[in-house]
């Protein structure tokens, strides 16, 4: 696909979006038996024409 001028503009909200999270995080040992599971219902990268996950999940 051809970069256009769109897709710049994304890029530059994704890194804006990752410099307002840069302190957020969670710590935890590897020994601690701490099982770490992520859930998401927003797709901040996905595409912003159709509005589709772009990950390939369902």
């Known amino acids: 696909a051809k970069t256009t001028e769109k897709h710049l503009k994304e890029v530059k909200m994704i890194f804006h979006y990752l410099r307002g999270t ?15 599971t992520g859930l998401s219902d927003a797709d901040y990268a996905g595409c912003k024409d159709t509005f589709n996950s772009t990950s390939g999940g369902a």
């Open 22 to 36: 840069i302190n957020m995080g969670v710590w935890y040992t590897k020994n601690s038996g701490f099982k770490l």
